[in-house]
């Protein structure tokens, strides 16, 4: 297994969601690579929007960690990255409220994300969609695959 600098597991994690519709049946998927291990994961709901795949995507993955980590998180969904690194202190600090005042959609899911990101040392990186990233192209093919398999 690979260590980083702080001696926890080095572990490099893609995610992406997918929707038919919003909302529609979606799909999510995650690739963890620690060293020479690789792990897949996939899933989905009948009926969920794009946001809640993206965010059960990045859950799913940490969840799947079994100790303390050094993650380098990559998404292509800029509504994970600036939720976690932007708004979240201020929802937690205004109750779950939107500077608008008015309830953060997908509460639930930011709530067991923040939970989990607490456990781990997370760098949250934005990668472009659909742009010849290898890790992202893989985790979008899961994230349709899951889609597929929901959508029946």
Avoid: F
């Avoid at 049946?25 to 020479?36: K, N, V």
């Avoid at 993955?61 to 690194?85: M, Q």
């Avoid at 934005?126 to 979008?140: F, L, Y």
């Amino acid at each position: 297994m690979n260590k980083a600098e702080d001696g926890l597991p080095k572990v490099v994690i893609y995610t992406d969601g997918a929707c038919r519709g919003n909302p529609g049946p979606g799909g999510w998927g995650a690739i963890l690579i620690s060293g020479e291990n690789r792990k897949e994961l996939i899933g989905g709901d009948r009926r969920t929007t794009n946001n809640r795949m993206e965010l059960t995507a990045s859950i799913e993955a940490l969840k799947s960690l079994k100790r303390k980590c050094d993650v380098d998180l990559y998404t292509d969904s800029k509504y994970l990255k600036d939720g976690v690194e932007k708004w979240l202190p201020a929802w937690k600090r205004n109750n779950w409220q939107t500077a608008s005042r008015t309830p953060v959609k997908n509460q639930d899911l930011w709530e067991w994300l923040d939970y989990l990101a607490l456990q781990h040392s997370i760098r949250w990186c934005w990668v472009k969609g659909h742009a010849g990233n290898a890790g992202n192209e893989r985790a979008d093919k899961l994230a349709k695959r899951g889609l597929k398999e929901n959508s029946s």
